[in-house]
Structures are given as structure tokens and as C-alpha cells.
């Protein structure tokens, strides 16, 4: 398949990824971390990507705990964190990238208390693809300002409905745009804003009206 892919034979290299994942699912899973590092090295992999997150995201903790987790490379650890359905705390999932960005930086000291400010952004650097990706607002405690990002993911705090949630909020965002796939939460081309709605138990009364608007870029 790499030589597929370095001979630029597109089609032979997605028909050797549909087969393996259709055919051989057992085989890649015995040979798994080989799969995940060789798929990442490829950017035209791209189905096989999908097939490693989706198997990391069932063995989070493993993969987060695994001896190789510091050597993971940066596409792979952006790939899989900017996925929705991550099951782990997010100051977890912070710690855990805190953790391979100080290895990718070894002159860093592992106790931060000893950083100067210029260690702070040294760290800020290197993780300046993961650092838009982590949900703060799921955070008691914020992390230092000076690695802060300003592009943090459009998510609310407060639930806006009691009907509906931010996936239904999604969802319907695709039957207007007539999408085949659904729009993920975090790429919502549409604002819903609460003009009217009871906020107390289902009643006859209860009912809630929206007005749906593009976001503004």
C-alpha cells in the first residue's frame, strides 16, 4: 500500500484500505500500533486514520498510557482530540498532552514550577495545533494564560433547550443544508437562538421557538 501510495496510484491505495479494513479487521488489530504509526506517516491514508481513531477512542486510557504515547506523532494526537466522543475527563485529556508536549521539548524541566516564561512558550509552540482543540470550559481550573489560545471551540455552557441538545441542533442544521452527513458540533454552519419557550416540566404549554441564522465569520 505505501508503494501504492508513493507511485501516486490513488485508487489502488483506497481499494488496499477498504480491503484490509473489510477483509482483515483481526489482522490489523494484532498489528495495531504498527497500523497507527504507518497510517499517520501517510497523509492519503486517510481511511485508515479513521479506523485507528475509532479503535483508540474505545482504548483511550491505553493509548494515552502506553510507553509509545510520547512518540506519537503531532497529526495522530490532533486527529484523535478533535474528536466529540472522547469518554475522559477533559483535564485529563489536557494532562495527557501536557505530558507529550514537555517530550517533545527535552530541554523542559518535568516539574513546570521551574519553567521561566520563555518555557511557557516554547510549550505553547509545539502544541499550537492541539491547544484550539481542548474544551476549557469543561475545566474547573484554567491553564496557565501565557499557553492560552484564543481560538477555542465554539461550545456553550448553558443548555440552550430543554428540548433539544447540540447534536439535534446539528442535525437539523443538515436536513436545512440537505447534507448526507451530519454536521458535528463543533462545525455548525447555523446559530440556534431561543426566542420563546416554557422552562418548567412538559406541559400543554410548553414549547420552544427558534430563529435559526448562519454565524457570523
Not at 485508487?11 to 488496499?16: Q, V
Not at 482530540?81 to 508536549?101: A, C, F, P, S
Request: a negative charge; one cysteine or more; proline letters at 3%.
Amino acid at each position: 500500500m505505501h508503494v501504492a501510495c508513493e507511485l501516486v496510484l490513488e485508487e489502488l491505495a483506497k481499494y488496499l484500505e477498504i480491503f484490509l479494513i473489510e477483509s482483515n479487521a483481526h489482522w490489523l488489530r494484532l498489528h495495531f500500533v504498527r497500523i497507527h504509526q504507518e497510517s499517520f506517516q501517510n497523509v492519503k491514508l486517510l481511511k485508515l486514520q479513521e479506523w485507528c481513531n475509532n479503535i483508540s477512542v474505545k482504548y483511550l486510557n491505553k493509548i494515552f498510557e502506553s510507553e509509545n504515547f510520547t512518540s506519537l506523532q503531532e497529526n495522530a494526537l490532533v486527529s484523535l482530540i478533535k474528536r466529540d466522543d472522547l469518554q475522559m475527563e477533559e483535564v485529563k485529556i489536557w494532562n495527557y498532552i501536557i505530558k507529550w508536549g514537555i517530550a517533545q521539548n527535552p530541554d523542559l524541566s518535568s516539574d513546570p514550577e521551574d519553567w521561566s516564561n520563555e518555557s511557557f512558550l516554547a510549550l505553547k509552540s509545539t502544541l499550537k495545533n492541539c491547544l484550539p482543540l481542548i474544551r476549557y470550559f469543561q475545566m474547573s481550573a484554567l491553564p496557565p494564560r501565557v499557553i492560552l489560545t484564543q481560538e477555542l471551540p465554539h461550545r456553550s455552557t448553558e443548555t440552550f433547550s430543554n428540548v433539544i441538545n447540540e447534536e439535534h441542533a446539528a442535525e437539523i442544521a443538515s436536513w436545512i443544508d440537505k447534507k448526507a452527513d451530519t454536521y458535528s458540533m463543533t462545525n455548525n454552519p447555523y446559530e440556534f437562538k431561543l426566542l420563546r419557550g416554557s422552562r418548567d416540566g412538559f406541559t400543554l404549554e410548553e414549547y420552544e421557538i427558534f430563529q435559526i441564522h448562519e454565524k457570523a465569520m
